[in-house]
């Protein structure tokens, strides 16, 4: 059983989100709870499935730079030093190498490949942009290369966002193909819009109005909100000239905790996303979605068993896939234990701690 003749690994310990005792053996990229001869215990502990963001941006140092395959890798390994073990990219400088996602020491990822922008929105040199009668076609196809696509249906304050009739034309055209859509929203018609058209994850989310949480539950729209990635643009913007664009964003960001705390009430499925330099930073969003009233274990459950869930992975169990990551205490009882991972099994290998 396992290994190809590589050591087996064995964790043991409570086992979120139940908190039940498991004794779990790698066999190869498969948990399984059948004992192995000559594994060894390198774990022990809380167990997590492995951390997840599902919203960041590897590979490249500012907007519009291409895509730099050694900083991919490096910012992939600062991942994995967190305790991230799956990643989902909405948007991604170009098309990734064949290793992204696949090799040993790097997570498994999701990513919709280029943003899909307005003509005259968006970053110069970063994803396409491409007029309302081509997007439903140009999205599905990205769609059926990888899964999910990402659409700018709002950029900066001013711009008119995506018309809703092409947003559901997109929906309806990705769906067909059996993909996805992240929408990028941060104003109020954008959010009314994107959800309207039911996206499968609204992203930033800010200026949403909370009168249409209670829509996004019922259809399963996910919310990945990058509070604390906001939260650090909040700082500047109040001290940006004064005019209509600084009350935007000021108002916007401040409402964003509230937004979170009211998102998790209404039983929206919340995604720990960080959008954020350096990368590895998934803690800092746990924290910050805490902080925002979101319950510890709730928290927790969006960069971790719910992410993977939503993203179509099991947790802990026999056959699911052999990610780990292990604490010495509960960390929900103390969300700086995200800092300080004692081991990080990815794919059946222990890649950071004892071994």
Known sequence: MGGGGSVIIRVRGCALPSGEFVDLYADGDRWTTDPVANSELVAQGWLLPGLVDAHTHPGAEAPGDRL??????????????????????????????SWFG???????????GPWLAQRGQFFDGWGRRVGHDELPAVAAAQAARTGWVKVMADWDFGDAPVPVEVLTAVVEAVHAVGGRVAAHTQQGAGGVAVVAAGVDSVEHGMCLDPDLLAGMAERGTALTPTLSRIQEVLQRARQWPEGPRKQWYVRGAEAHEGLVAAAAEAGVTVLAGTDSRPHGLVADEVRALAAAGMPAHDALAAASWSARAYLGLPGLEPGAPADAVVYALDPRSDLTQLNTPAAVILRGQCVRGPR
């Open 102 to 112: 696949n090799d040993s020491d790097v997570p498994r990822a999701w990513h919709a």
């Open 68 to 97: 730099d395959e050694r900083l991919l890798r490096e910012d992939l390994h600062r991942h994995v030093d967190a305790g991230v073990t799956v990643i989902r990219s909405p948007g991604l400088a170009g098309d990734p190498p």
